[in-house]
């Protein structure tokens, strides 16, 4: 009975040191002015890793100074704060079994004062201005191939989940590029397909609506919203790139014998099924026209890997998360400065979407004297087919008068079937079974027109 207390405690102990070790601590504090002892917002916090210094989590103090870094896992790092025109701040801290909170931390106002000289060193991360936060790119290193969604992690304060983007709690509503709309500001359309190497900065900007820029009066449709600027050299030309790749879901017909070689396996393998069932594929393009004063961009890709490169009208499909999905989209966006004057724009997408899943299901039931056997098998196959197309005009007919006009229109077709079938056995013997089959159809067609027009009175002399 001892050996079993033993052993029970000892499972139960290390139970417990998994959880632990497996759990996300948080870090949080406020940065006060040493002399004053007022919160410093927009401080730069970083979270190294104690052991090479290299970059774990990132946040930026709020208004009142306070921070908090998340999902950190036990072990040993270094506090680093920084804010411009005060000394840095470096603190050794151990995550252990439970999150910390830090005493107060004060930045000492830096009063050294230098001579002109010539300073080179790493380019600064962060530039907070009056409205605007402003991210340098060459200060966030990423890997090969990363895009634009890979960049934005990497950035102290910025959360990216399913394709939506938070900065400080804050949930980013559109992305633009060098200050114009990319299709229409979808996220996953820009984050996904612009590569990371191309953008020089990332801004964070408080942007106001349409109406509010051309009167000059404030409204309450103010959104916050992420900027792209692209480098110099990606501002002319024709660039982009093309990425592919291909596998397989290996199924063997029987179960693979004990010390089968591959080659074996491979030659029983039925590879009807590869083309058929098994075959698995991820395709992308993107290509970007830099023309004078038209951009133009075309987008594409393919997968049956249950990814998405694209958010536009995904809507609710009802799929869940199970089975294989196929993805076809393709999409253009231009904006041409035709002269000083007059802005035309627009953009063009559709996607379609396919899915096909299959359960099948035993369970087995003992009574006293009988044995219950329940059988399921269900099957269920969805189409989605989505289509987007806006236009915009923006012409300053003169100085006093200026007109938009944004025309928008989208279709959307949506179908799903399921058919399940059941049976019920007592010791072997059928004593029921049934069979459904359900089908459901929706088309949805949303047309908008959003004029503007803006007129500026002149001042009344007098």
């Known amino acids: 009975m001892k050996t079993l207390q033993k052993i029970t405690l000892i499972a139960l102990m290390l139970s417990a040191s998994l959880t ?9 504090s406020k940065i006060l002015d040493k002399d004053t002892e007022a919160g410093i917002e927009m401080a730069t916090v970083r979270l190294l890793a104690a052991k090479d210094s290299s970059f774990v989590v990132g946040a930026v103090s709020d208004q009142y100074g306070d921070f ?12 680093e704060i920084k804010y411009l025109g005060y000394d840095n701040h470096y603190q050794n ?7 910390l909170m830090l005493k107060n931390i004060l930045l000492q106002e830096s009063t050294q004062h230098l001579d002109a000289v ?5 380019a600064a991360q962060m530039l907070v201005k009056v409205d605007t936060i402003e991210f340098n790119a060459a200060a966030f290193k990423t890997t090969e191939n990363a895009v634009v969604e890979d960049l934005l992690k990497r950035l102290p304060g910025v959360e990216v989940n399913d394709g939506s983007i938070t900065i400080n709690g804050e949930t980013i509503s559109r992305i633009k590029v060098d200050g114009k709309k990319f299709f229409d500001g979808d996220i996953e359309m820009t984050t996904k397909n612009l590569t990371a190497d191309m953008v020089e900065k990332i801004q ?3 942007e106001k609506s349409d109406m509010a820029k051309l009167t000059g009066f404030e409204d309450d449709q103010t959104e916050r919203i992420i900027n792209i600027t692209l480098k110099k050299n990606r501002k002319k030309g024709i660039f982009g790139n093309v990425k592919g790749g291909l596998g397989a879901d ?16 491979a030659k029983n393998y039925d590879w009807g099924k590869f083309f058929n069932n098994d075959a698995r594929y991820d395709a992308n393009a993107f290509i970007n026209f830099m023309l004078g004063e038209s951009q133009t961009a075309v987008v594409g890709g393919a997968n049956n890997i249950n990814s998405s490169r694209s958010g ?29 004057n007059l802005l035309v724009g627009g953009d063009l997408s559709y996607n379609h979407s396919s899915n096909f899943s299959e359960s099948e299901s035993t369970r087995d ?5 009988d044995t219950l056997t329940n059988n399921n098998r269900s099957t269920s196959r969805g189409n989605s087919d989505n289509s987007n197309i806006r236009l915009e005009m923006e012409w300053k007919i003169d100085s006093m008068n200026t007109l938009v006009v944004q025309p928008s229109l989208s279709f959307s077709h949506n179908e799903n079937v399921r058919q399940s079938e059941y049976d019920y056995y007592t010791n072997r013997d059928s004593t029921s079974w049934g069979n459904s089959h359900n089908n459901s159809v929706s088309d949805n067609t949303n047309a908008r027109l959003n004029l503007i027009y803006s007129h500026k009175s002149r001042a009344k002399r007098g």
């Open 20 to 28: 632990a070790a497996a759990a996300d601590y948080t870090i949080q």
């Open 68 to 79: 908090m870094l998340k999902k950190v896992k036990n072990g040993k790092y270094i506090l």
């Open 93 to 99: 801290l151990q995550v252990q079994g439970k999150s």
């Open 118 to 122: 010539s300073v080179s060193g790493m």
């Open 204 to 206: 964070v900007i408080d």
């Open 250 to 265: 290996m199924t063997q017909i029987g179960e693979k014998a004990d010390g089968m070689d591959m080659g074996a396996y």
């Open 312 to 340: 536009r009208g995904r809507g609710n499909r009802g799929w869940g998360g199970g089975g294989v999905t196929q993805t076809q989209n393709v999409g253009i966006n231009n904006n041409t400065q035709i002269s000083e």
């Open 365 to 369: 039931s003992w009574l006293a004297e």
